[in-house]
């Protein structure tokens, strides 16, 4: 007879030992799966690593190898399953003049950058009529798919060693006809690429991304080559790249002509002078030089860049939420309402208070230039010839 006095207890103590070790084992695989998603992808605007643990199975996607096979070589056999999906990504092409990069997958969610004709994209996964792509400077969201064309790698490779242009005008148009106004192709912002096809004395022939052929005018266009070079005197270049964007709107999320946030206004300037910055302010504030400085603007140059925001206390972390470049004696221009100069000197008449309160940093961009985080795009492997 079994004495269920005896066996109630003990039978009581192994499941409780079993679940408590089933528990432990879960807390060690979400600890470790946070652990390599802070190594591998910090910031979640430019990497891929959605990865959960449910009921023993590994699900979520990731576009990081090296993540998902630390993950798995630090587990032991049985404890998972693994359901992790690793995106690889196929090609594309921006086939319109700016294309409306988003946060959700639809036109009314936020707009979280853009990008230029001629510019290559991943493009990773798809929802409907949209896909989710990233761009050279790592940013990701969703585009529809009629602002760009999906190419093979060769077809890629082709694009990438054939024989382009750049718009560096403001804004222009191709043409259908080199004689007449008439039938126009696209409109064209400075920044655009295009396939060069066959001269003509005031125009050049020119093929779009899918294939579209027009005409635009000589004095618009540089060729590429010489676009993607940096142009000595740099700083002054740059300086004069902003201050010809004066006026231009100010749009959330904008990188282009047409309207431009503060981070997407430096980006843009410095991209029309042969270099890539990251996007946004936050992710600016960590590439460059650091340069002390404080209200009285000391040891800073043209062409530094000065960061606003919150500083770092013992109670609270520092917070980047603004970006300008500086011109010197005190005048900065940035996109606030619109590209605009203003001074933080005060008794200027265009001081501003709110900037002067709120500086965090200051650095210099274009000091070891390639080894700060700051790209030649003759060096990028996305504008580069392969």
């Known amino acids: 007879m079994i004495n269920i006095r005896f066996w109630l207890p003990l039978i009581s103590g192994i499941l409780i030992l079993a679940c408590s070790g089933k528990s432990s084992s879960h807390a060690h695989l979400n600890d470790l799966i946070e652990q390599i998603r802070i190594k591998y992808a910090p910031d979640k605007r430019v990497a891929i690593f959605n990865v959960v643990l449910e009921d023993g199975i590994l699900k979520g996607e990731t576009n990081i190898p090296e993540a998902k096979n630390e993950l798995i070589n630090a587990l032991l056999p049985g404890e998972w399953i693994d359901s992790i999906l690793l995106l ?7 086939n319109v003049s700016v294309c409306n990069i988003r946060s959700d997958p639809k036109h009314s969610a936020e707009l979280a950058t853009q ?31 009629g602002a760009f064309i999906e ?12 024989e382009k242009v750049v718009v560096t005008k403001p804004f222009d148009l191709v043409f259908a006809d080199r004689n007449t106004d008439n039938g126009i192709v696209s409109d064209v912002v400075e920044g655009n690429i295009l396939e060069s096809e066959e001269q003509f004395d005031e125009y050049l022939k020119v093929r779009l991304p899918d294939g579209r052929s027009g005409y635009i005018s000589h004095s618009t266009i540089t060729p590429y080559a010489d676009f993607i070079t940096i142009r000595e005197p740099l700083v002054q270049n740059i300086l004069i790249a902003a201050q010809k964007m004066m006026g231009r709107p100010y749009l959330w999320g904008g990188t282009s002509g047409k309207g431009m946030d503060c981070s997407g206004f430096t980006k843009t300037v410095f991209y029309l002078n042969g270099l890539e910055l990251p996007r946004d302010a936050s992710q600016q504030v960590e590439v460059g030089v650091e340069i002390k400085t404080d209200s009285s603007l000391n040891n ?6 000065i960061f606003f925001g919150t500083q770092r206390t013992d109670t609270q972390k520092e917070k980047i939420t603004h970006v300008a470049m500086y011109l010197g004696d005190g005048k900065i221009i940035h996109a606030s309402d619109r590209i605009q100069i203003e ?11 709110k900037r002067l309160k709120t500086m965090v940093r200051a650095k210099r961009m274009l000091k070891n230039i390639g080894e700060n985080g700051v790209k030649k795009l003759a060096e990028h492997p996305s504008y580069a010839a392969d």
């Open 343 to 353: 001074s933080l000197k005060r008794g200027d008449p265009d001081f501003t208070e």
């Open 300 to 305: 800073l140059v043209a062409g530094d860049f």
């Open 88 to 94: 690889n990504p196929s090609h594309g092409i921006v």
């Open 115 to 145: 990008s230029l004709m001629g510019t290559p994209i991943n493009i990773y996964k798809e929802a409907g009529n949209w896909s989710f792509v990233q761009t050279p400077d790592g940013y990701l969201g969703w585009l529809d798919k």
């Open 151 to 162: 190419v093979d790698s060769l077809k890629m490779l082709n694009w990438k060693m054939s």
